[in-house]
């Protein structure tokens, strides 16, 4: 009866979770249509819309962490077995935590959109540099994944040593997107009566800054990638409790792979000997091998796939916001194509002043520091 009890308060523990998803895609869907349906409508509208779905999506999480902290009060006492498997899930992040994180850190200023503007504007006349610029980012991007896997992943995959990471990127990122106001500053030198002469010291100057920023911009996001693999809740997970019940699992195709993946830890767990590629991390681990259930066992409601998909939304929805922010910022300093980009480098300034106090909010996903913890691990 109490096995029964549990599992439905738990399923509807995970009907919140997926109502709060819904909730959070259908409001991301709807800021992120602002245009088309001002362009149907009006404006009143679309702002009724993003109203009505933030209220829901407020409403959903306040009923979820209510219900959530009832559940805790009313739970019988855990016995030693299942506290154990309890602590063993500790090295991960709570979603919410998480999810916030995301939210904040990627909610700030930027200025590469209107950067990429005021490039256009600069070699309207010579759009095939451009191109092969574009081309020449995704040949960097691959390189910049490929050092992140080979010097940064097998040292900086989990725990403090990744905290200092993502700090000092947000750091370098800072300074890294400082190198715009070089570009502004040399394009003004050569502007004549509002037309740019574009020459090749100018080419080698936005090629250079350009592939610089975007190796780093990649740098910057694996560590994103990592958090939000890593601390995905799989249903492979239930191999553990079946073990303990001296259950026998269905046979692996694979059982290095199994060694590998006890390896890999998220970000608070403890750091293996071996060197751990974080792009080797599978999402889901649901096709690595099917476990043995029993008949009342059901799969979780809630797949790997959604719990990804909820890490990508608040980035998404954060980069959103940051686009938001960055509008007023630009009508305060008066930056339009009509004045020849005047103070754009100031904004340029204040956007990276900004991407560097994203430091701040590394708080929300810190390593336990209780050393009972870190002795088990």
């Known amino acids: 009866m109490e096995d029964s009890t549990e599992t439905k308060s738990a399923h509807r523990g995970q009907i919140f979770e997926v109502s709060t998803l819904v909730a959070f895609q259908i409001l991301l869907a709807v800021s992120a249509l602002q245009k088309p349906i001002i362009a149907i409508s009006n404006q009143t509208i679309w702002i009724s819309s993003v109203a009505t779905f933030a209220f829901i999506l ?12 009832q559940s805790m009060i009313g739970s019988r006492p855990l016995s030693n077995d299942e506290a154990r498997k309890l602590g063993s899930q500790k090295h991960r992040l709570s979603h919410r935590q998480l999810n916030l994180y995301f939210l904040l850190r990627y909610s700030l200023p930027i200025a590469d959109f209107l950067m990429y503007s005021y490039l256009y504007s ?13 081309v020449l980012k995704t040949a960097i991007g691959s390189l910049s994944t490929f050092c992140y896997e080979k010097f940064l992943s097998p040292y900086c995959h989990s725990g403090w ?26 394009v003004k030198d050569k502007e004549v009566d509002g037309e ?16 610089t920023k975007y190796f780093f911009a990649e740098l910057d996001y694996m560590p994103a990638l990592v958090l939000s693999t890593t601390n995905v809740y799989s249903d492979s997970d239930k191999s553990f409790e079946n073990r303990d019940h001296c259950e ?25 000997r071996s060197k751990v590629s974080a792009l080797n991390m599978d999402l889901n681990e649901e096709e690595d091998g099917a ?13 790997a796939g959604m ?27 008066g930056i339009t194509r009509d004045n020849h980009w005047d103070n754009l480098d100031k904004l340029v300034i204040i956007c990276s002043i900004f991407r560097m106090t994203r430091v701040v909010f590394l708080w929300l996903i810190l390593p336990p520091t209780d050393p009972k913890y ?4």
Do not use: H
């Not at 407020?58 to 902290?69: A, D, K, L, N, T």
């Open 196 to 211: 740019y002469t574009v020459d090749t010291p100018l080419k080698c100057l936005v090629t250079f800054v350009g592939l």
């Open 291 to 303: 476990i043995a259930r029993t008949p009342t066992q059901s799969l979780p409601l809630i797949s």
């Open 161 to 186: 040593p990744l905290i200092a990471l993502i700090a000092c990127m947000d750091i370098i990122m800072g300074f890294v997107a400082l190198l715009d106001v070089w570009i502004i500053r040399a």
């Open 307 to 333: 719990q990804y998909a909820s890490f990508l939304s608040c980035i998404d929805f954060g980069a959103q916001i940051g686009d938001w922010i960055t509008v007023p910022i630009v009508a305060s300093l």
């Open 248 to 272: 026998t699992p269905a046979p692996r195709a694979n059982d290095d792979f199994g060694e590998r993946s006890a390896e890999m830890t998220s970000l608070s767990g403890g750091f293996p």
């Open 374 to 377: 870190n002795a088990i691990n």
């Open 122 to 134: 600069v070699f309207e006349k010579d759009p095939s540099f451009l191109q092969l610029l574009s």
């Open 58 to 69: 407020i409403f959903i999480v306040s009923v979820g962490y209510r219900y959530e902290r």
